[in-house]
């Protein structure tokens, strides 16, 4: 036997969605058979006739009992067992339950004038990818109390530099300040409240309200109702927006959250005005305060240690410093998109902030002075080397100086050499280099090079047969040229 409910369900995909008995049960999750049955015959609900309870003879004085004040259950059923009833506290309690329903809260309608206030809070929608990880998914909502205009952001943190960089970016899109900004008792704009005391905000949250010019009203505990605009505005969100997105990486939502507050959210219908919200925000606009002429700095200040591989670590990623730098304590400021690392009051080091983990960024710039130092060492080893040559290497290096744009270049080919030729000769093509005055390493080594190709001087040749003997006959020279040239 199945109840109505699922009747009916069978009956609508058979008639208005057009489904076959088959596709019927996949839908539904049943035995084919039972739609098939129950597509051709009517719905009978199986009548059941109620059992008397042991209750039955007490329920009217549960109800007169219930008018006259308002009982526990408990209380009830103490009271009916001092009558006569025998039976259990729970049958007590549903019976409760059923005449008295529970009563549900009832709260004021607040009321916000033009410019008055803005609510924001946090949501939070399952993860998402960031390049090689998977990253919690959290956006913050503002809403204006009186137009309803909304400004939505994602992130993958929910840290104080996030919560403020996202207040600042709202003011941006609003292009204006509300008076008032109502806000939940999370960490980052209430540190603790004390029974009969105003609530201790945080110092960053108050510098940043006094900079643009708000005052902070946080809801009190228990009562998110106080911030009902905001909170309909993140279940809006997830509703219109996030529930069956594809979201193929992080960077890609941004855009397509910006594209649906300028094309659905601010200029549909509002459910409670019955106005675009853009349409009340252009009334509402003369009431907001100007934005201030400098943007607050939103950043996190920290200390941080720099390793001896000249990095520091933020989120389990490494971020380079310039080299020198390698072991020394720096300050870190934090901000949602960069990072900027300080010595004292000296910008260092610079980074787009990544959100992937575990991964490496170094400047290219950064290990220059470690290389330059490795350089200069290496050099410095060669050059010694070179002094040892001979006794005459210092006197030749300040010869190439003289005449070479580039001295060092000659003695690392000279010092190669001598780990090919033997030192000694080298050593003697330097000393040779005085007498021809050719300072360079290229003649070192060709000289090297002729010397170390010398041949043995050849033998007389001694021919053993006639044949051999050379036949050269040579003409009588012609004397009458001379002649002729004499008489002219």
Not at 46 to 63: A, E, G, Q, W
Not at 178 to 183: D, L
Not at 250 to 255: E, L, N, Q, R
Request: proline share 6%; aromatic share 10%; with cysteine.
């Amino acid at each position: 036997m199945i109840d109505y409910e699922l009747f009916s369900k069978i009956r609508h995909l058979k008639e208005h969605e057009g489904l076959t008995a088959p596709q019927i049960a996949s839908e539904l999750a049943i035995d084919v058979r039972t739609v098939r049955k129950w597509l051709a015959a009517k719905f009978r609900p199986k009548k059941i006739t109620p059992r008397p309870s042991k209750l039955d003879p007490f329920k009217s004085d549960i109800v007169r009992m219930l008018e006259i004040h308002p009982y526990t259950a408990t209380q009830i059923f103490q009271r009916i067992c001092e009558e006569g009833f025998d039976g259990g506290y729970s049958i007590v309690k549903r019976y409760v339950r059923k005449v008295r329903p529970p009563k549900s809260p009832a709260f004021l309608k607040l009321s916000f004038a033009p410019g008055e206030c803005a609510q924001v809070d946090w949501g939070s929608y399952g993860a998402v990818d960031v390049g090689s990880t998977r990253r919690r998914l959290s956006f913050f909502v503002m809403v204006l109390c009186y137009s309803r205009m909304m400004y939505v952001e994602f992130t993958v943190s929910q840290t104080m530099e996030h919560f403020l960089g996202c207040h600042q970016n709202a003011f941006d899109f609003f292009g204006s300040v509300p008076k008032k900004i109502m806000v939940d008792n999370l960490k980052s704009a209430v540190l603790r409240r004390i029974v009969g005391r105003t609530p201790v905000l945080n110092p960053k949250y108050l510098d940043f309200a006094n900079h643009y010019g708000f005052t902070i009203e946080p809801c009190n505990v228990g009562k998110g109702n106080e911030k009902g605009r905001v909170e309909n505005g993140v279940g809006y969100v997830k509703k219109n927006f996030l529930a069956g997105l594809h979201i193929p990486d992080f960077s890609a939502i941004g855009p397509a959250a910006r594209n649906w507050l300028d094309a659905i959210a601010n200029v549909r219908i509002h459910g409670e005005t019955r106005q675009k919200p853009l349409d009340l925000f252009e009334k509402e606009r003369p009431f907001l305060n100007p934005l201030p002429a400098n943007p607050f700095d939103v950043a996190t200040v920290s200390q941080v240690r720099a390793s001896s591989q000249f990095r520091i670590t933020i989120d389990t990623n490494r971020y380079s410093v310039p080299a020198e730098y390698a072991g020394t304590r720096l300050t870190l400021k934090a901000y949602p998109d960069r990072l900027c690392v300080y010595s004292k009051d000296k910008l260092i080091a610079r980074h787009v902030r990544s959100y992937d983990r575990y991964q490496d960024f170094e400047d290219p710039d950064h290990p220059k002075e470690l290389l330059n130092q490795r350089k200069k060492a290496r050099d410095q080893k060669i050059f010694m080397r070179f002094l040892a040559l001979s006794p005459k290497a210092e006197q030749y290096y300040r010869r190439l100086e003289q005449r070479r744009m580039n001295p060092h270049h000659h003695v690392r080919k000279i010092v190669a050499l001598s780990e090919i030729y033997d030192p000694d000769a080298v050593a003697r093509a330097m000393e040779d280099a005085f007498t021809f005055e050719a300072f360079s390493s290229e003649y070192i080594t060709n000289l090297l090079e002729q010397r170390s190709r010398c041949l043995p001087e050849p033998g007389a040749l001694h021919l053993t047969r006639r044949e051999d003997l050379l036949q050269i006959k040579v003409d009588q020279p012609d004397l009458t040229i001379y002649e002729r040239k004499h008489h002219e």
